[in-house]
T-cell receptor
Framework: NAGVMQNPRHLVRRRGQEARLRCSPM?????VYWYRQLPEEGLKFMVY????????ESGMPKERFSAEFPKEGPSILRIQQVVRGDSAAYFC????????????FGDGTRLSIL | KNQVEQSPQSLIILEGKNCTLQ??????????LRWYKQDTGRGPVSLTI?????NTKSNGRYTATLDADTKQSSLHITASQLSDSASYIC????????????FGGGTRVLVKP
């Protein structure tokens, strides 16, 4: 009965490299959400996906960021050509289809850009 | 603009005492309001979830209230314990935007022995 699993927990990249963050939702959950938390700030919505579909990406920067949730395997948040400002904690959450069910969060990936 | 504002930003209380955290929101239309607890270095964990028609919900020593008319919610912690030290986040679901959540900035609670 594993919860939402995110890996890696910590990721260090140099400016210009690519960062890939993975999220495996809870069993039976088909909805995945990605959030970003900057130091000393609240969580900010980035993107909402269901299997093979992006439902809402209004919180995601238009450039360098992409997300996917394939039919098989984890959801991936990909950041290309990282910059210092990308340093943050990235959280993934999952829920079943009912919007009145709580979203269950993973413990996040802390991304540090050198 | 859909916003969620929390107060105070931080709070120090003595073990065994009670405290109340406040949340004001402007998100409309509103689907539900949740309170989450976030320990340092961990993801948020759901404490309570209330729909428009509910005005109170308890989870152990945590009791949340909701006044949908004034768009205010509170989280009351009874007989605080050291393990209650965490950030408490008020989160409102925007009904017209799927399951998108709007997060408050959180209240940091430190419980001292």
């Amino acid at each position: 009965n594993a919860g939402v699993m995110q890996n890696p927990r910590h990721l260090v990249r140099r400016r210009g490299q690519e960062a890939r963050l993975r999220c495996s939702p809870m069993k039976g959950h088909s909805h995945v959400y990605w959030y970003r938390q900057l130091p000393e700030e609240g969580l900010k919505f980035m993107v909402y996906l269901q299997k093979e579909n992006i439902i809402d990406e209004s919180g995601m920067p238009k450039e360098r960021f992409s997300a996917e949730f394939p039919k098989e395997g984890p959801s991936i948040l990909r950041i290309q050509q990282v910059v210092r400002g990308d340093s943050a904690a990235y959280f993934c959450a999952s829920s079943p289809s009912d919007s009145n069910q709580p979203q269950h969060f993973g413990d996040g990936t802390r991304l540090s850009i050198l | 603009k859909n916003q969620v504002e929390q107060s105070p930003q931080s709070l120090i209380i003595l073990e065994g005492k009670n405290c109340t955290l406040q949340c004001n929101y402007t998100v409309s239309p509103f689907s539900n309001l949740r309170w989450y607890k976030q320990d340092t270095g961990r993801g948020p964990v759901s404490l309570t979830i209330m729909t428009f028609s509910e005005n109170t919900k308890s989870n152990g020593r945590y009791t949340a209230t909701l006044d949908a008319d004034t768009k205010q919610s509170s989280l009351h912690i009874t007989a605080s314990q050291l393990s209650d030290s965490a950030s408490y986040i008020c989160v409102v679901t925007h009904k017209a935007a799927g399951n998108k959540l709007t997060f408050g900035g959180g209240t940091r609670v430190l419980v001292k022995p």
